[in-house]
């Protein structure tokens, strides 16, 4: 019952201060106000152990390398469309899947496009 109110508290604080002085619903705003002090801790520790990945660094080659890969494009067909070999495409490739920390071009279409 008091979890829209403990996500909300930032938002609601200065009602739930003028209301705390009403003896009537002190111990209901004691309870939020306590429980949003545990909700806070939470959130904090699922956000540093969810989103703290640190976006790689990717030369200007790779991200054009992963785009075209990501579209469908093989090896031969990406270096004919870059003008380069598909030896450089392999080893680019590589580069990129190492620095996402992936190994295939289905993950490579989930990282490219999932916001960090």
């Not at 996500?7 to 009403?22: A, C, D, F, P, Q």
């Not at 009537?24 to 969810?50: D, G, L, P, R």
């Not at 070999?85 to 680019?92: C, D, G, H, L």
């Amino acid at each position: 019952m008091i979890l829209p109110f403990v996500e909300n508290t930032r938002e609601i604080e200065l009602v739930l201060t003028r209301l705390s002085g009403k003896h009537k619903y002190a111990e209901f705003i004691w309870q939020i106000q306590k429980a949003y002090v545990s909700y806070q801790k939470s959130v904090e520790m699922i956000k540093s152990a969810c989103f703290t990945k640190e976006v790689p660094n990717l030369t200007p080659c790779e991200c054009q390398i992963g785009l075209l890969a990501v579209d469908g494009g093989n090896n031969r067909e990406i270096a004919e469309a870059l003008f380069i070999s598909p030896n450089t495409v392999k080893a680019e490739m590589k580069s990129l899947f190492a620095k996402l920390g992936i190994n295939s071009r289905v993950l490579l279409t989930k990282e490219m496009f999932t916001e960090k």
